[in-house]
């Protein structure tokens, strides 16, 4: 399956360099199954979509927008996996969000992605601070990872 996106309803693969969501992490995503043409989940994905964008101070994305442009993207699908994204958009650098925002809507269909040969093993790290303080890298030397 070739990926395809939409960018702010337009077929495009590129978002501009001074988006917010590139440079700041200034948004957020949700990910989606697709199943015979289907989000089965959409409703609760798109609640949770909602409920971060108040909590970030983002505008709210239009319910109706999304399911449109998703519904262009899944026609036809099988099995695949819907990304919306939704950042800030572009603004002035620095922090401090523009007072003018105009968000970037971005959903993106890929194919589900394999299963590795060689799944990741995870472990706890063992260093645990004394007290809260600034740790440099160097403090998590005593972290084990299994042999690579």
């Known amino acids: 399956?070739?990926?395809?996106?939409?960018?702010?309803g337009v077929e495009h693969t590129q978002v501009a360099a001074c988006d917010r969501g590139l440079l700041y992490g200034?948004?957020?995503f949700e990910t989606l199954r697709v199943r015979?043409?289907?989000?089965?989940?959409?409703?609760?994905?798109?609640?949770?979509?909602?409920?971060?964008?108040?909590?970030?101070?983002?505008?709210?994305?239009?319910?109706?927008?999304?399911?449109?442009?998703?519904?262009?993207?899944?026609?036809?699908?099988d099995d695949a996996v819907l990304r919306i994204t939704w950042t800030r958009g572009c603004g002035v650098r620095g922090y401090a969000p523009p007072a003018r925002v105009k968000p970037t809507r971005i959903l993106a269909l890929t194919a589900v992605p394999t299963r590795s040969a060689h799944p990741a093993h995870c472990m706890p790290c063992q260093y645990r601070p004394a007290a809260p303080r600034t740790r440099s890298l160097q403090s998590f030397a005593s972290c084990r990872f299994p042999p690579g």
């Open 26 to 28: 200034d948004g957020l």
């Open 36 to 77: 015979a043409g289907l989000c089965p989940l959409w409703s609760l994905h798109l609640q949770r979509l909602l409920a971060g964008c108040e909590r970030l101070g983002l505008p709210l994305p239009e319910a109706g927008v999304l399911e449109r442009e998703r519904d262009a993207l899944i026609a036809g699908i």
């Open 1 to 8: 399956m070739n990926p395809r996106m939409l960018i702010d």
